[in-house]
């Protein structure tokens, strides 16, 4: 079941290749390096607590049963000239629940061999270079820019990684070619998800690494000939499974922002096809941030929209219940063909020593337990504020109402506080 579920999750997540016009979420900051006396060799690393609640039907927040967490630490060195020009790096993790299973959570966000503690190697890779030419190989973190359809997302406690070939070339002018062959990955859902919210999502061990069918193959070329604008197409070509091509175009300046994106699937197979197209734009007005997007999936029979290595997809209305219902609103009604079409609007600016983040989506003919989808509406509201102190630790509280029609009749609440410490 996992290879299936691999396999069509890959049909989903090469939809952007460009940066968010008005970010809803601020990136939490690049660890520090601290470089080592003469070795060459740098290290850095992180330290996280990560609690989540969630108030559905009769069970509240902060009750065991509706809550997940998790503390972990990572320890990444880093080497860019170990021998004759070959780099290395390697990232270990570790992760477990401090305990609180037993009195105040019922789950772990991210969970080894479906145990509560645990550890892995989570990168491991060779590098090298030459002229305009970096060469990656191993396990590593993949960015949506460059691999859309298989990228490390965030949004949990530690990021998802993939068994890949990179090769990055920049000798045409203004070009960045990459070519990828990715291999294996391992999935980023949550156990609470998985149990809950069981028709909607998938969850694995973060360190159970399983092939991608039987293998991707990845070329994405991106130009930044024009000031300002940069356009991103990808093919992707997944043996015995499918192709896929999706294009991006972002035109940035520091008063508005533009982005379309829109591709189609080919499943070899010829019973699973589907195209999608989205465009959102955005501005400043003081010190607010604004932005507005739409999507829409047009399925040919049935199918799902989100990445190989975790529950998001790179669509401008990506939201807070993509992640944790493994892409909810891009489910499509099974053998009916009804489009999926989403509309968001975000604004964030910083306040009070930090950034708040505010967002409200709403997603018509994606619930296909409704009597008829394509009257149904699933609405969802989001609020988050993020701070960081002094420049090593950030800390983030979110909230989130999400309305799932017939599903849970009052929706359900999400309350999530994450802290890092990054060193």
Known sequence: MKKTLLLSMVASSI?????????????????????????????????????QTMKVDNVNFFDQEAASANAGIQLRAVNKDL????????????????????????????SLDSGLNGGWVSQLY????????????GRQELPKSLSPFAYSEDWNVFKNTFDAALVV??????TTVALAYVKNANLN??????????????????????SVANGAYMLTVQNKSIENLTLTGTYYDIRDFARIFWA??????????????????????????????????????????????????????DGWMYQ??????????????????????????????????KYKVAANMD?????????????????????????????????SYTRNVANDISLTATYANISTCNTYENGFDLLRFVARYNF
Not at 127 to 136: D, W
């Open 83 to 110: 021998v004759a020009g070959v780099g290395v790096g390697v990232e270990l993790s570790g992760i477990g629940t401090l305990g609180l299973d037993e009195d105040v959570v019922a789950y772990p966000m991210q």
């Open 169 to 174: 070339n920049n000798d045409i002018p203004n």
């Open 248 to 301: 991006d175009a972002a035109y940035d300046t520091d008063s508005f922002n533009v982005g379309l994106q829109g591709g189609t699937f080919s499943d070899k197979n010829s019973n699973g096809d589907w195209k999608a197209y989205g465009i959102k734009a955005g501005t400043s007005v003081g010190p607010v941030n604004l932005m507005a997007a739409y999507s829409v999936i047009d399925p040919k029979v």
């Open 126 to 137: 060779l590098t090298y270079g030459f002229g305009n030419t970096a060469i990656k190989v």
């Open 308 to 341: 190989v290595g975790g529950t998001t997809s790179p669509l401008y209305t990506d939201m807070i219940a993509d992640e944790i219902l493994s892409g909810y609103y891009l489910r499509y009604p099974y053998d009916t063909g009804i489009n999926v079409k």
């Open 189 to 210: 859902g949550t156990a609470s998800s998985d149990d809950w919210f069981s028709e909607y999502d998938y969850f694995y061990d973060i360190n159970d690494f399983n």
């Open 351 to 383: 306040l009070l020593g930090g950034n708040i983040s505010t967002a409200y989506g709403v997603a018509k003919g994606a619930d296909y337990n409704g009597v008829n989808p394509s009257d149904e509406d699933l609405k969802e509201f989001d609020l």
């Open 15 to 51: 939809l952007m290749a460009g940066g968010d016009i008005a970010p809803v979420e601020p990136a939490v900051e690049t660890p520090a390096v601290v470089p080592a006396t003469d070795s060459g060799w740098k290290f850095s690393g992180q330290g996280v607590f990560y609690y």
